[in-house]
């Protein structure tokens, strides 16, 4: 079992940044992937970014490319995303994910999740 847990959340006005953690503890982190997604009220769980175990391959949405950048500390067991020029539309609940043979955008081959961490755009 992987327990996740998110923070770095809260309102941002329009152009502004946030970085949001995921702290990861129960397994070796270092043997997963690692996931943010994100939910807007009504929606679909949608994919935003994703990591390897060494960090050294990254995938995004096409909407944050440029924008959001997926980072890793295996150090200290923590996932980052740290969010740039932050616009409305990235409102929505945040979720980081993991998994130890999946990387990529389906939300339903992810194995453990964390509770998620609210993020507000105000235009």
């Known amino acids: 079992q992987v327990q996740l847990v998110e923070s770095g959340g809260g309102l941002v006005q329009a152009g502004g940044s946030l970085r949001l953690s995921c702290a990861a503890s129960?397994?070796?982190?270092?043997?997963?992937?690692m996931g943010w997604f994100r939910q807007a009220p009504g929606k679909e769980r949608d994919f935003v970014a994703v990591?390897?175990?060494?960090?050294?391959?990254?995938a995004y949405a096409d909407s944050v490319k440029g924008r959001f950048t997926i980072s890793r500390d295996n150090a200290k067991n923590t996932v980052y995303l740290q969010m740039n020029s932050l616009k409305p539309e990235d409102t929505a609940v945040y979720y980081c994910?993991?998994?130890?043979?999946?990387?990529?955008?389906?939300?339903?081959?992810?194995?453990?999740w964390g509770q998620g961490t609210q993020v507000t755009v105000s235009s």
């Open positions: 994910a993991a998994d130890r043979s999946y990387f990529g955008v389906y939300y339903r081959n992810y194995n453990y």
């Open positions: 129960g397994r070796t982190f270092s043997n997963y992937f």
């Open positions: 990591i390897s175990w060494s960090g050294g391959r990254t």
